[in-house]
T-cell receptor
Framework: DAKTTQPPSMDCAEGRAANLPCNHS???????VYWYRQIHSQGPQYIIH???NNETNEMASLIITEDRKSSTLILPHATLRDTAVYYC?????????FGTGTSLTVIP | DSGVTQTPKHLITATGQRVTLRCSPR?????VYWYQQSLDQGLQFLIQ???????AKGNILERFSAQQFPDLHSELNLSSLELGDSALYFC???????????FGSGTRLTVV
């Protein structure tokens, strides 16, 4: 399995940047890293993905280390609505391998 | 609204029974994926269908089966239900690339 490792929980003050780390040391050279989040028990929501280069979109930034063994999702200005479980996952052979994710709590 | 429709939203049934969960993919999407999420667990991939044919299989029990119909909607059949089958069941659809992988809002199954 394409395993990823994330801390189980993190807190972040509202308005500050939230930095969520992920280790994916077994990732292969052509496998993308994806980030999804799940608010309460809703369906997971796509955030961002990347292969080698750092990526940015309207929701977040993704920083991937040069050796591709780890990455960091950055929410630049966290809001209360960003409280969710964040999953770092690898796409392999038509499926995503979800771990247990990081439960991010944004504190007022 | 993600465009992926799952019904019913909630289902309560007894052990030993059989249920059918339904998923309508986003318009134009040919692939449907089913995932199971037990309490406080990550999502476990069950099975994928592409344009009516099984494409990939994950940790799906033999008591579970799925199919995709010509109109592209999919059904997940769960039989001989056990208490441990209580979970959220999510369906996702894609046009064929992972960028358009969109999840529905799920069906919460409770087996009593």
């Amino acid at each position: 399995d394409a395993k990823t490792t994330q801390p189980p929980s993190m807190d972040c003050a509202e308005g500050r940047a939230a930095n969520l780390p992920c280790n994916h040391s077994t990732i292969s050279g052509n496998e993308y890293v994806y980030w999804y989040r799940q608010i309460h028990s809703q369906g997971p929501q796509y955030i961002i993905h990347g292969l080698k280069n750092n990526e940015t979109n309207e929701m977040a930034s993704l920083i991937i280390t040069e050796d591709r063994k780890s990455s960091t999702l950055i929410l630049p200005h966290a809001t209360l609505r960003d409280t969710a479980v964040y999953y770092c996952i690898v796409w392999r052979v038509n499926q995503f391998y979800f771990g247990t994710g990081t439960s991010l709590t944004v504190i007022p | 609204d993600s465009g992926v429709t799952q019904t019913p939203k909630h289902l309560i049934t007894a052990t030993g029974q059989r249920v059918t969960l339904r998923c309508s993919p986003r318009s134009g999407d040919l692939s449907v994926y089913w995932y199971q999420q037990s309490l406080d667990q990550g999502l476990q991939f069950l099975i994928q269908y592409y344009n009516g044919e099984e494409r990939a299989k994950g940790n799906i029990l033999e008591r579970f089966s799925a199919q995709q119909f010509p109109d592209l909607h999919s059904e997940l059949n769960l039989s001989s239900l056990e208490l441990g089958d209580s979970a959220l069941y999510f369906c996702a659809s894609s046009a064929g690339t992972e960028l358009s992988y969109t999840f529905g809002s799920g069906t919460r199954l409770t087996v009593v």
